[in-house]
C-alpha cells in the first residue's frame, strides 16, 4: 500500500516538472565569472611610526589583530638555530605583571585566542575575539608583544617538550621525511636546511638571554605592523590601538638583518634512503631549490604547479593514485620564501611499490616539461583564477592575505592583478618555466621508508648514486 | 548586510569594554521535500561570490555488515568515479574546470559530501550531484572499486598502519562495543574486508541507503532563493524514491567492569587512553560532556593538562574529548608519558582529578571560561559557508540530528544551561572508575 502510494507521488512530481527535464547528454554551460570585490585596506601609522593596516568585515561579530614581526627564523644567528622560534613561543609564558597561567586564564575567559607563531620568514602575535572583548583582549595582546618576561622555569619547561617532541619524530615517518628532505636539499648549514625549531644539541643550548637578545633585536615598531580585520572601523579601534601599542618604542638602532643568501642549486640527481624498518609506507619526496616569493612567475608557477600536482585532477595524482592505486594522493608544491623555498614533489605510496611509484614521478616530472594540451591549461587557469575568491572569505583568511603583502613587501594591488595574471598564462610560458624550474636530472630523491625492501627496486631504477641515512644523522 | 547573524545594534564603540548584548544567532533558510522525499535547505549569504553545496546520506559504517567494514567509506570513494551521465574522471575535472573544490567524508553515523564552486557553476554542480545520486551504477562500476580498492587501502596505511599509536584507534571500538554492534568496527576497515567488498556489495549499498529520501541537501552562499529551488526540482525530481531506510537500533553496550589491554608499537614513549560510554549527540548530558573535555584538557589552566603538562611534567600531552554520536558517544581521555615516566603514575594523577569533580562542583569561574570560549568559537564557526564545518554542513548535522537546521542558538544554548552541578553530576554518572576501557600502547614491535 505505501509503495503504491509513493509510486503516485514521485509520477505527480515527474508530470509537473516535465517542462523542464533536465538535459543530462552534456554538462550544463557556465555562467560568466563572478568576480571579486576585495575590501579596501585602509593604512594607518600610531605615533611611535608603527604601521597599522586595517580591514573592515562586518560579518560576524569577531576581530582578529595580527601583529607581524618581519624577522622570523631565518634570523637565527648561526649556532643559535631554533632561537626565534623558541623566542615566539616564550612570549605568552610570562608578560608585564601575569605569569603564563594567569595570561591563559584571562585570555580564555575573554574568549579570546591567542597564539605567537614564527616562520623562516616572520613572526607573529595573532589574536582572534569577539569583538564585544577587543578592548578587554587587546592590552593582554600587548603585554605578550611588548613586555614578555621570558620566566627560566618556563623556558626549561619548553624546551623539555621541543627536545621530546624531537624524540617522538623518530616514530614518524612524516616528521621524518619533513627534516630529511630539506636537510639534504639544503645542507645542514644553510638556514632552510633545518627545521625551525633547530636541532636537539642546539635547542639543549639556548639560553634566556638568547632568547632576549632575539627579542630585543626584531621585536621593534619599526621592524613590524599591526594589521586589524573584523567587525571595527577605523574611528573606534585607532584610540584604542595608540593607548595600547603606541608608546612602544625601538631603541637604538634596527638590527641588520642580512638577507638569507640563495642555497646553491643541486647538480646532480642522487637518491636518499632514510631506513623506516616495517614502514607500511614509503614516503616519497623529490625536488630540488625552487623560486622565492618575489619571482615575477608567481601566477604562472601555481599554474605550472596546478597541473603537475597542486589539485585533485593534477597529473601526479592522476597518475599514482587514480590510475596506479599506488597511494592516497600525490602532489607537488613550490614553496616560496624571501630566498629560494624548496620545490618538492611527494606521496606516501605502500612499501611494495616504491621503485615503480618513483618511476611514475620521473615520468610526470619529465612530461611537464614538453607542451601542456590546451584543454588542460584552460582548467588550470580557471581552478586557480575562479577558486581564488574563496580565499577572503573569513576574518582569518583575510588577515593571512594581509600577512603576505606585508611579509613580502608587495604592492596592495597584487590580489587583484593576480587573477589577471593568471588568464595571460599561456602553455609556452609553463614551458619556459617548467625547463628552468624542474629539472629532473638533478633533484634529490628523498625516500622514509623499510631499506630492506625498497632498497633494491630503487636501485634498480639507476637514477645516480644511491645514499643510506640512518635516523640518528637527521638529528645530529 | 548580515546574513548570517541577526545583530541589533551592535557597533563597536558600544562594544568596547562595554560589553554589549549578545545577538541571537540565526540562519534565515528555506525549506522543502521533493516528492522523492529528498530534504531540501537553502541559505542565502552573500559574503563572497561562492556556493556551498552540502548533502548528507544518513548512512555510515554503523550500516556496515560483518565481514564488509570500511565499505561505507570505499562506496564514499566511488561516489567520485563518475555515474551515468559523467565519464570516470570527469567529475572533478569539469569541477576544477569550473573553479570548484570538492570532498567527502564518512563518520560511523553518516557521509557527506560537498562542493564549493563560484555562484555561476550551480547548474553544473546539481547536475553532477544529481547524476550520482540518480545514475550512479553504469557497466564501468567494478572497475571503480577495484581502483579505489587500493587508493583505499592506502589510505589506511597512510593514516592508521603507518602513523605511531595507529592502532590504537582500531582497538578502543572493538574494546568498548561488543562484536556486532554498529559500533565495534572502525570506519577505515579491515584490509580482509576491503579485499572482500564486491560490485554486487556497491550495488545493494546504493539502491538501499543513496535513496533521495535518506539525504539532505543544503545550498548555501550567493544564491537567489527561488531559482535555486527551481534548480533543485528541475536536477533531483526524476530520482527515484528507495524503501525507507530502517533506523539501527542496536543493544545498548554495557561495560560492567574494566577492560584493560596492553598493545605494542614501534614508539619511543608509552600513551594510555581511557574511554567511556556517554550519552548520544544532542542528548542530555552530552553538552555538559563537551564542557568536562574543556575542563580537563582545554588549555594551559585545564585541570589535567595544568597537573601533568605543566606542573609534573610527567606527561608530554593530554587531549580529553566527547566522540559524539547518534546511538551513543564515548568519552575519551589521551595521554603521553614524558622518557622515564609510568603510565600507572599518569593513570593515578588523571583519577585524583576525576574524583576532584565528583566531589566538588567546580568554580563558577571556570565553568564560564569554559563556556565563554564555547561562545566564541560558534562565532568562528559562522564565518565559513563551505566544506567540512562550514555552515551548510552545520545545517545539515542540525538537521540530522534535531529535524530543525537552524539549531546554532539552541545548540549554544544547551552550553550555557550547563551548571557546575550539571559537570559533577556528569563526571560521577558517566565517567566512573569502575567501568571503562585503559588501553595502553608501549614500545615494542609494532602489532
Redesign the interface.
Given at each position: 500500500m505505501k509503495h503504491a502510494l509513493i509510486a503516485l507521488l514521485v509520477a505527480c512530481a515527474a508530470v509537473t516538472v516535465s517542462a523542464q527535464k533536465p538535459d543530462r547528454a552534456k554538462p550544463p554551460a557556465i555562467g560568466p565569472a563572478p568576480s571579486l570585490k576585495l575590501p579596501a585596506i585602509q593604512k594607518q601609522k600610531l605615533s611611535n611610526g608603527l604601521a597599522v593596516w586595517i580591514v573592515e568585515h562586518h560579518e560576524v561579530p569577531l576581530a582578529q589583530v595580527n601583529l607581524i614581526v618581519r624577522s622570523g627564523s631565518a634570523a637565527d644567528p648561526i649556532g643559535k638555530f631554533g632561537v626565534g622560534s623558541l623566542a615566539a613561543a616564550m612570549l605568552d609564558e610570562g608578560a608585564g605583571s601575569r605569569s603564563s597561567l594567569d595570561l591563559a586564564d584571562a585570555l580564555e575567559f575573554l574568549g579570546a585566542n591567542l597564539s605567537t607563531m614564527s616562520s623562516f620568514d616572520y613572526s607573529a602575535v595573532r589574536l582572534s575575539v569577539p569583538v564585544s572583548k577587543l578592548g578587554d583582549a587587546l592590552p593582554l595582546m600587548a603585554d605578550v608583544s611588548l613586555r614578555p618576561t621570558f620566566p627560566a622555569s618556563e623556558l626549561e619547561r619548553l624546551r623539555k617538550e621541543r627536545l621530546t617532541n624531537l624524540l617522538q619524530a623518530r616514530d614518524n615517518p612524516g616528521a621524518l621525511i619533513s627534516l630529511a628532505f630539506p636537510r639534504i636539499v639544503y645542507g645542514p648549514t644553510h638556514r632552510y636546511g633545518t627545521s625551525a625549531n633547530g636541532r636537539p644539541r642546539g635547542i639543549e643550548a639556548l639560553t634566556a638571554a638568547d632568547l632576549q637578545s632575539f627579542y630585543r633585536a626584531h621585536y621593534r615598531p619599526d621592524n613590524a605592523t599591526l594589521l586589524v580585520v573584523g567587525d571595527v572601523t577605523p574611528a573606534a579601534i585607532l584610540p584604542v590601538l595608540e593607548k595600547t601599542f603606541g608608546s612602544w618604542k625601538s631603541e637604538g638602532i634596527a638590527a641588520l638583518v642580512a638577507e638569507v643568501p640563495n642555497a646553491p642549486q643541486l647538480k646532480s640527481r642522487q637518491v636518499y634512503i632514510v631506513d623506516k624498518p616495517e614502514a607500511a609506507q614509503t614516503q616519497i619526496r623529490i625536488g630540488w631549490v625552487g623560486v622565492p616569493r618575489s619571482t615575477p612567475d608567481h601566477a604562472a608557477l601555481q599554474v605550472l604547479n596546478t597541473i603537475l600536482g597542486g589539485s585533485f585532477t593534477s597529473r601526479l595524482n592522476q597518475n599514482l593514485r587514480e590510475r596506479n592505486g599506488y597511494a592516497y594522493g600525490a602532489n607537488s608544491f613550490f614553496d616560496m620564501r624571501l630566498s629560494a623555498g624548496p620545490f618538492q614533489t611527494s606521496a606516501n605510496v605502500q612499501t611494495d611499490k616504491t621503485g615503480d611509484a618513483v618511476k611514475e614521478f620521473f615520468n610526470e616530472l619529465n612530461a611537464i616539461l614538453t607542451l601542456v594540451p590546451a584543454e588542460e591549461l584552460t582548467k588550470a587557469k580557471n581552478y586557480v583564477a575562479l577558486g581564488f575568491p574563496s580565499e577572503f572569505e573569513t576574518t582569518g583568511d583575510l588577515a593571512q592575505k594581509l600577512e603576505e603583502l606585508v611579509v613580502y613587501n608587495l604592492p596592495d594591488a597584487t590580489f587583484t592583478n593576480f587573477v589577471a595574471a593568471v588568464s595571460t598564462v599561456t602553455a609556452a610560458d609553463l614551458q619556459r618555466l617548467a625547463a628552468r624550474y624542474i629539472q629532473p636530472d638533478k633533484m634529490a630523491v628523498v625516500v622514509v621508508g623499510d631499506r630492506r625492501v625498497i632498497e633494491g627496486p630503487i636501485r634498480q631504477l639507476n637514477l645516480g648514486p644511491v645514499n643510506i641515512i640512518s635516523i640518528d644523522e637527521l638529528f645530529r | 548586510?548580515?546574513?548570517?547573524?541577526t545583530?541589533s545594534a551592535?557597533?563597536?564603540?558600544a562594544?568596547?569594554?562595554?560589553?554589549?548584548q549578545?545577538?541571537a544567532l540565526s540562519v534565515p533558510h528555506t525549506q522543502f521535500t521533493?516528492?522523492?522525499g529528498l530534504n531540501v535547505i537553502l541559505h542565502r549569504d552573500t559574503?563572497?561570490?561562492?556556493v556551498a553545496l552540502n548533502l548528507w546520506y544518513h548512512v555510515g559504517s554503523g550500516h556496515e555488515r560483518v565481514g564488509r567494514t570500511g565499505f561505507a567509506h570505499l562506496f564514499e570513494h566511488v561516489m567520485f568515479e563518475g555515474s551515468?551521465?559523467?565519464p570516470e574522471?570527469?567529475f572533478?575535472?569539469?569541477l576544477?574546470?569550473?573553479?570548484?573544490?570538492n570532498n567527502g567524508s564518512t563518520t560511523v553515523d553518516r557521509t557527506n559530501y560537498y562542493i564549493?564552486l563560484?555562484?555561476?557553476?550551480l547548474?553544473?554542480a546539481l547536475?553532477?550531484e544529481?547524476?550520482r545520486m540518480g545514475?550512479l551504477l553504469d557497466d564501468k562500476a567494478p572497475d571503480k572499486i577495484n581502483?579505489?580498492?587500493?587508493?583505499v587501502?592506502?589510505?589506511k596505511?597512510?593514516?592508521v598502519?603507518?602513523?605511531?599509536y595507529g592502532q590504537a584507534f582500531i582497538e578502543l571500538p572493538a574494546m568498548l562495543y561488543p562484536a556486532a554492534h554498529p559500533y565495534s568496527w572502525s570506519t577505515i576497515g579491515s584490509m580482509e574486508d576491503l579485499t572482500a567488498a564486491s560490485f554486487e556489495d556497491v550495488a545493494r549499498f546504493f539502491r538501499t541507503y543513496y535513496v533521495p529520501n535518506n539525504a539532505s541537501l543544503v545550498i548555501a552562499g550567493?544564491i537567489d532563493i527561488d531559482a535555486t529551488r527551481?534548480l533543485v526540482?528541475?536536477?533531483f525530481?526524476?530520482v527515484?524514491?528507495g524503501k525507507p531506510v530502517p533506523a539501527l537500533a542496536p543493544p545498548a553496550p554495557v561495560l560492567d567492569g574494566v577492560k584493560r589491554k596492553t598493545i605494542t608499537d614501534?614508539?619511543?614513549?608509552p600513551r594510555l587512553y581511557m574511554a567511556w560510554h556517554t550519552p548520544p549527540f544532542m542528548k542530555p548530558g552530552d553538552a555538559a560532556l563537551d564542557i568536562v573535555a574543556n575542563l580537563l584538557a582545554?588549555?594551559?589552566?585545564s585541570r589535567l593538562y595544568?597537573r601533568l603538562v605543566?606542573e609534573l611534567?610527567i606527561a608530554?600531552d593530554v587531549s580529553a574529548f566527547q566522540q559524539s554520536q547518534a546511538l551513543g558517544s564515548n568519552f575519551i581521555v589521551i595521554t603521553?608519558a614524558?622518557?622515564g615516566q609510568s603510565l600507572d603514575k599518569l593513570q593515578a594523577v588523571i583519577d585524583e582529578e576525576l574524583d576532584k569533580l565528583r566531589a566538588a562542583p567546580p568554580e563558577a569561574?571556570e565553568i564560564?571560561?569554559a563556556l565563554?570560549?564555547f561562545?566564541?568559537?560558534f562565532?568562528?564557526g559562522?564565518?565559513?559557508?563551505?566544506g567540512f564545518s562550514g555552515k551548510a554542513d552545520r545545517l545539515n548535522s542540525y538537521y540530522m540530528a534535531t529535524r530543525n537546521p537552524d539549531y546554532f542558538e539552541q545548540d549554544l544554548a544547551r552550553y550555557r544551561a550547563v551548571t557546575a552541578a550539571d559537570v559533577k553530576a556528569a563526571v560521577e554518572q558517566y565517567l566512573p572508575k569502575d567501568r571503562r576501557v585503559e588501553l595502553s600502547v608501549v614500545p615494542g614491535d609494532?602489532q
Amino acid at each position: 500500500m505505501k509503495h503504491a502510494l509513493i509510486a503516485l507521488l514521485v509520477a505527480c512530481a515527474a508530470v509537473t516538472v516535465s517542462a523542464q527535464k533536465p538535459d543530462r547528454a552534456k554538462p550544463p554551460a557556465i555562467g560568466p565569472a563572478p568576480s571579486l570585490k576585495l575590501p579596501a585596506i585602509q593604512k594607518q601609522k600610531l605615533s611611535n611610526g608603527l604601521a597599522v593596516w586595517i580591514v573592515e568585515h562586518h560579518e560576524v561579530p569577531l576581530a582578529q589583530v595580527n601583529l607581524i614581526v618581519r624577522s622570523g627564523s631565518a634570523a637565527d644567528p648561526i649556532g643559535k638555530f631554533g632561537v626565534g622560534s623558541l623566542a615566539a613561543a616564550m612570549l605568552d609564558e610570562g608578560a608585564g605583571s601575569r605569569s603564563s597561567l594567569d595570561l591563559a586564564d584571562a585570555l580564555e575567559f575573554l574568549g579570546a585566542n591567542l597564539s605567537t607563531m614564527s616562520s623562516f620568514d616572520y613572526s607573529a602575535v595573532r589574536l582572534s575575539v569577539p569583538v564585544s572583548k577587543l578592548g578587554d583582549a587587546l592590552p593582554l595582546m600587548a603585554d605578550v608583544s611588548l613586555r614578555p618576561t621570558f620566566p627560566a622555569s618556563e623556558l626549561e619547561r619548553l624546551r623539555k617538550e621541543r627536545l621530546t617532541n624531537l624524540l617522538q619524530a623518530r616514530d614518524n615517518p612524516g616528521a621524518l621525511i619533513s627534516l630529511a628532505f630539506p636537510r639534504i636539499v639544503y645542507g645542514p648549514t644553510h638556514r632552510y636546511g633545518t627545521s625551525a625549531n633547530g636541532r636537539p644539541r642546539g635547542i639543549e643550548a639556548l639560553t634566556a638571554a638568547d632568547l632576549q637578545s632575539f627579542y630585543r633585536a626584531h621585536y621593534r615598531p619599526d621592524n613590524a605592523t599591526l594589521l586589524v580585520v573584523g567587525d571595527v572601523t577605523p574611528a573606534a579601534i585607532l584610540p584604542v590601538l595608540e593607548k595600547t601599542f603606541g608608546s612602544w618604542k625601538s631603541e637604538g638602532i634596527a638590527a641588520l638583518v642580512a638577507e638569507v643568501p640563495n642555497a646553491p642549486q643541486l647538480k646532480s640527481r642522487q637518491v636518499y634512503i632514510v631506513d623506516k624498518p616495517e614502514a607500511a609506507q614509503t614516503q616519497i619526496r623529490i625536488g630540488w631549490v625552487g623560486v622565492p616569493r618575489s619571482t615575477p612567475d608567481h601566477a604562472a608557477l601555481q599554474v605550472l604547479n596546478t597541473i603537475l600536482g597542486g589539485s585533485f585532477t593534477s597529473r601526479l595524482n592522476q597518475n599514482l593514485r587514480e590510475r596506479n592505486g599506488y597511494a592516497y594522493g600525490a602532489n607537488s608544491f613550490f614553496d616560496m620564501r624571501l630566498s629560494a623555498g624548496p620545490f618538492q614533489t611527494s606521496a606516501n605510496v605502500q612499501t611494495d611499490k616504491t621503485g615503480d611509484a618513483v618511476k611514475e614521478f620521473f615520468n610526470e616530472l619529465n612530461a611537464i616539461l614538453t607542451l601542456v594540451p590546451a584543454e588542460e591549461l584552460t582548467k588550470a587557469k580557471n581552478y586557480v583564477a575562479l577558486g581564488f575568491p574563496s580565499e577572503f572569505e573569513t576574518t582569518g583568511d583575510l588577515a593571512q592575505k594581509l600577512e603576505e603583502l606585508v611579509v613580502y613587501n608587495l604592492p596592495d594591488a597584487t590580489f587583484t592583478n593576480f587573477v589577471a595574471a593568471v588568464s595571460t598564462v599561456t602553455a609556452a610560458d609553463l614551458q619556459r618555466l617548467a625547463a628552468r624550474y624542474i629539472q629532473p636530472d638533478k633533484m634529490a630523491v628523498v625516500v622514509v621508508g623499510d631499506r630492506r625492501v625498497i632498497e633494491g627496486p630503487i636501485r634498480q631504477l639507476n637514477l645516480g648514486p644511491v645514499n643510506i641515512i640512518s635516523i640518528d644523522e637527521l638529528f645530529r | 548586510m548580515t546574513r548570517c547573524i541577526t545583530l541589533s545594534a551592535l557597533i563597536l564603540a558600544a562594544s568596547i569594554g562595554l560589553g554589549a548584548q549578545r545577538p541571537a544567532l540565526s540562519v534565515p533558510h528555506t525549506q522543502f521535500t521533493l516528492a522523492n522525499g529528498l530534504n531540501v535547505i537553502l541559505h542565502r549569504d552573500t559574503s563572497v561570490p561562492v556556493v556551498a553545496l552540502n548533502l548528507w546520506y544518513h548512512v555510515g559504517s554503523g550500516h556496515e555488515r560483518v565481514g564488509r567494514t570500511g565499505f561505507a567509506h570505499l562506496f564514499e570513494h566511488v561516489m567520485f568515479e563518475g555515474s551515468m551521465h559523467v565519464p570516470e574522471g570527469s567529475f572533478d575535472s569539469w569541477l576544477e574546470a569550473a573553479g570548484a573544490n570538492n570532498n567527502g567524508s564518512t563518520t560511523v553515523d553518516r557521509t557527506n559530501y560537498y562542493i564549493d564552486l563560484p555562484a555561476n557553476a550551480l547548474d553544473l554542480a546539481l547536475f553532477l550531484e544529481s547524476d550520482r545520486m540518480g545514475f550512479l551504477l553504469d557497466d564501468k562500476a567494478p572497475d571503480k572499486i577495484n581502483g579505489q580498492r587500493d587508493v583505499v587501502k592506502n589510505e589506511k596505511r597512510q593514516s592508521v598502519d603507518n602513523q605511531p599509536y595507529g592502532q590504537a584507534f582500531i582497538e578502543l571500538p572493538a574494546m568498548l562495543y561488543p562484536a556486532a554492534h554498529p559500533y565495534s568496527w572502525s570506519t577505515i576497515g579491515s584490509m580482509e574486508d576491503l579485499t572482500a567488498a564486491s560490485f554486487e556489495d556497491v550495488a545493494r549499498f546504493f539502491r538501499t541507503y543513496y535513496v533521495p529520501n535518506n539525504a539532505s541537501l543544503v545550498i548555501a552562499g550567493d544564491i537567489d532563493i527561488d531559482a535555486t529551488r527551481k534548480l533543485v526540482e528541475k536536477w533531483f525530481a526524476d530520482v527515484p524514491r528507495g524503501k525507507p531506510v530502517p533506523a539501527l537500533a542496536p543493544p545498548a553496550p554495557v561495560l560492567d567492569g574494566v577492560k584493560r589491554k596492553t598493545i605494542t608499537d614501534r614508539v619511543q614513549l608509552p600513551r594510555l587512553y581511557m574511554a567511556w560510554h556517554t550519552p548520544p549527540f544532542m542528548k542530555p548530558g552530552d553538552a555538559a560532556l563537551d564542557i568536562v573535555a574543556n575542563l580537563l584538557a582545554g588549555g594551559k589552566n585545564s585541570r589535567l593538562y595544568r597537573r601533568l603538562v605543566y606542573e609534573l611534567q610527567i606527561a608530554q600531552d593530554v587531549s580529553a574529548f566527547q566522540q559524539s554520536q547518534a546511538l551513543g558517544s564515548n568519552f575519551i581521555v589521551i595521554t603521553t608519558a614524558r622518557p622515564g615516566q609510568s603510565l600507572d603514575k599518569l593513570q593515578a594523577v588523571i583519577d585524583e582529578e576525576l574524583d576532584k569533580l565528583r566531589a566538588a562542583p567546580p568554580e563558577a569561574r571556570e565553568i564560564t571560561r569554559a563556556l565563554n570560549q564555547f561562545e566564541a568559537n560558534f562565532f568562528r564557526g559562522m564565518e565559513r559557508v563551505g566544506g567540512f564545518s562550514g555552515k551548510a554542513d552545520r545545517l545539515n548535522s542540525y538537521y540530522m540530528a534535531t529535524r530543525n537546521p537552524d539549531y546554532f542558538e539552541q545548540d549554544l544554548a544547551r552550553y550555557r544551561a550547563v551548571t557546575a552541578a550539571d559537570v559533577k553530576a556528569a563526571v560521577e554518572q558517566y565517567l566512573p572508575k569502575d567501568r571503562r576501557v585503559e588501553l595502553s600502547v608501549v614500545p615494542g614491535d609494532k602489532q
